[in-house]
């Protein structure tokens, strides 16, 4: 642990979601992958101060989200991250992914010229992932991101809640298994008023699939359990377009507001497998403050993997500030706090 520091961040948001990104003055990682990397910050105590001062309360907020920069797996990727939130780390973002083809085009790790199209290749835990970041006189106009192969995991799981009301939720892995559920099962919309109640219930089914046999799909156990809960209200569907409002409960009861990326990624899989979804279809994914992303799938279906797909998943990002965040060996709160 350490009595004071300082550490330098680039604040970017994703259609509205934020993301802290971290690239200079981290300790020592260890670990040969991005996910051994990550397993080896979840139990290093300098890393968990950082992660909690930077996420917590009075220097971040409930919801905040992050990366640390680190090394990439091999020379194929310009470079891995840590994704962080404000219960531990995730091994899966889409938002953040976006974020970080913005920062490495900005800050110049990655060449670009004023009107390019440039690929930004990304070593995240659940594996390789790329951003294609477009750019118009200067402007970054719009950041595509490839994700991993994503696939359906289960339909219609039954599950009793504690009510007694009974809900048939879908499970699907974009990068992390994510259970997907139309609000109207609860009398519910997807819209600020209802909040309190979907992050409720969104914490309350995470929960209760979590350790479920249908939760533990993947080789490798670091990427089992039930990331988030996804909520979503049909608004419109036709041959070619699919246009859904959602919002994703991640972790324990974070909200994001973005239209969240990996949780895009495993409706687009979810999509598919029901048979709603091909290649020549666009999704329009809303958030639950009115931001955007479009999903559609990047390549034909992978019968060896589940009817597999790999998402592609468009939106943009903008830096908001650049920071110095500071420790004083005075300060009575190291880690920061949290009121919820």
Known sequence: MRDSFEINASDYHTEGEPF??????LPNLKGETVLDKR???QSNLEFEQIRQLLVNEPRGHADMYGGFITEPNDSGADFGVLFWHGDGYSTACGHGTIALGAWAIESGLVASTDDSITPV???????????????SGGQITRITFQN???????TATGLKLGDGREVKVDIAYGGANYAILEASQLGLSVEPEHLDELIRLGREIKWALNNSTEAQSQSDSRLNGI?????FDRLQATDST??????TIYADGRVDRSPCGSG????????????????DTLLLHDSIVGTRFEGRIATSPDPSAERGVVPEISGNSWLMAESKFILSGSDPLPSGFSLR
Request: charged content about 15%; overall charge positive; proline content about 3%.
């Open 227 to 231: 990331y988030g809960t996804i909520f």
């Open 121 to 135: 290749t990304i070593d995240v835990p659940s594996g390789r992932v790329r951003a294609v970041v477009t750019k």
């Open 148 to 154: 991993v192969l994503s696939h359906t995991v289960a």
């Open 20 to 25: 802290r990104i971290v690239s200079s003055g």
């Open 39 to 41: 397993s080896f910050a």
């Open 242 to 247: 699919i246009h859904d409002r959602n919002v």
């Open 264 to 279: 895009t990624a495993a409706r687009i899989a979810q999509l598919h497998h029901l048979g709603q979804m091909g290649p």
